[in-house]
């Protein structure tokens, strides 16, 4: 018999039953997904898959601090869940203690649904997205493109329960779309994404419609030198710019001096104004469209994380605002460590305070002489203090000249800083929701402007596609 033949909040029940440590936590992550891949205008594979992974957390005190131990395993029997507990509380005996011991969270509200089965997706949730696919295939075959890519539904229902009585459960569902089309000698390409809860809100035809004239715009080449350009970023642009920030900007961390928000001579820079535009940066566990779980869910500890936090209630919280650094990243220990207050990351991010009636089409009929990109990729971080990031364009870069897409230029390679960014900016258009390219995998839920910014640095020309 499989622990999975029992209802997730019976496992958590079980588990902290079990516990014999002086604080536990149990987290059990029910997941379904759905996906569709097709290549050439054709489907080729489908599938449903279902799992489930369960974390114990336990901690014990010592006569030198309150030590924990974390042990995750998937497919676990029923016979195997005393030992998973026993092996979390060996691990938390055997470490020293715990440099982010906080006590467990206590009295937050049970959730209503803590007892119910876990939400599931199915094949189901393509039911109007796959007949409108279909159909883009013979537009695109009809008009001598070829359509790749996938589509894929998650949805993961995580249950927290705690020794303290925290009862909390969370249904997070995560789509993500990916296409691409190709001329069919291969020698152009283009992409878009988007992200979804539900694939009622995505659109095949109008996609197509869209990369359509992108290939069209790529019949004429024009090679570029490296060097600083007028460039457009488009929402997805900027969302793995300001995720990559986002993931940078621990309390601690600046506190101490590691990175691009540590005040020169100690401090930070919270209070600083970073960029004339009034952007703001914020995330909110109930942005409507980008829902995300109201409390912390933390697998493990890390500079921006604790596992003494799990259950701990999020609320909306600005990053930056009006152009001004406001929060950083903060857990309990690292509140009390630099005095910042309390503010747990979240998982969506929303940029706004552009123009809502500008769109990217306005923005490329403003615009004399640039660049607008498609996409990043590859983005890899160079120097911390200054959060400088390098990475490659991909799946077309577009020549502007008097309001007008006139060709596709080659790739490069670049060198800017996300933060530094925001500080040169002359333009923001309407926030809307956007697939990040490249930490798609990771993080999916974000709303961002396109950016017009006037010296884009174009480091090296690029082989990249």
Excluded at 37 to 55: D, K, M, P, S
């Amino acid at each position: 018999m499989s622990v999975r033949s029992n209802k997730p909040h019976e496992v958590v029940e079980r588990a902290l039953e079990l516990s014999r440590a002086d604080g536990c936590v149990v987290i059990a992550d029910e997941e379904s997904t759905a996906n569709l891949r097709w290549a050439g205008n054709a489907l080729t594979t489908n599938g449903v898959t279902r799992g489930r992974t369960l974390t114990v957390v336990a901690t014990v005190d010592g006569r030198e601090g309150t030590a924990s131990g974390v042990v995750s395993r998937s497919a676990v029997t029923l016979d195997e869940l005393e030992p998973l507990v026993r092996a979390a509380e060996a691990a938390a005996r055997g470490a020293g203690p715990a440099e982010d011991a906080q006590p467990l969270v206590a009295g937050v509200p049970a959730s209503p649904d803590f007892t119910d089965a876990p939400a599931e997706t199915s094949s189901a949730v393509f039911a109007d997205f796959a007949p409108a696919l279909g159909e883009a295939f013979a537009r695109a075959r009809a008009g001598g493109r070829e359509l790749y890519g996938f589509a894929n539904h998650e949805m993961t229902s995580t249950y927290v329960g705690t020794s303290t009585g925290l009862r909390l459960r969370h249904d997070q569902p995560n789509g993500t779309l990916e296409l691409n089309a190709k001329s069919p000698d291969r020698t152009r390409s283009a992409w878009a994404g988007r992200a979804t809860r539900d694939f009622k809100d995505v659109d095949p035809a109008a996609l197509d419609a869209d990369l359509a004239v992108r290939l069209g715009w790529a019949e004429r080449r024009v090679e570029l030198p490296a060097g600083r350009y007028e460039t457009l970023l488009p929402p997805t642009a900027v969302a793995d710019l300001l995720i990559y920030q986002y993931w940078s900007a621990s309390g601690r961390d600046a506190v101490e001096g590691r990175t691009v928000f540590s005040e020169p001579g100690g401090g930070t820079r919270v209070g600083e104004r970073l960029g004339a535009l009034p952007l703001t940066l914020r995330s909110d566990p109930h942005e409507p469209g980008l829902e995300s779980a109201p409390f912390v869910v933390a697998h493990s500890s890390g500079g921006d994380q604790s596992v003494f936090d799990n259950g701990l209630p999020v609320a909306a919280t600005d990053w930056i605002r009006a152009g001004e650094l406001h929060r950083l990243t903060t857990t309990r220990h690292g509140a009390g460590l630099t005095g910042l207050p309390v503010a747990p990351a979240i998982g969506n991010l929303v940029l706004d305070g552009g123009d809502p009636g500008r769109s990217l089409e306005d923005m490329v009929a403003a615009t004399e002489r640039g660049l607008l990109l498609t996409c990043l990729w590859y983005i890899r971080e160079v120097d911390p203090a200054t959060l400088l990031l390098t990475g490659l364009t991909r799946d077309g870069v577009y020549l502007v000249e008097h309001g007008e897409v006139v060709g596709e230029v080659n790739n490069f390679r670049f060198n800017e800083s996300p933060v530094g960014l925001l500080g040169r900016a002359t333009e923001a258009g309407r926030t809307e929701k956007t697939l990040p390219r490249e930490w798609g995998d990771w993080f999916t839920k974000a709303a961002m402007p396109a950016l017009r910014v006037p010296d884009f640095n174009m480091s090296s020309v690029s082989q990249g596609v």
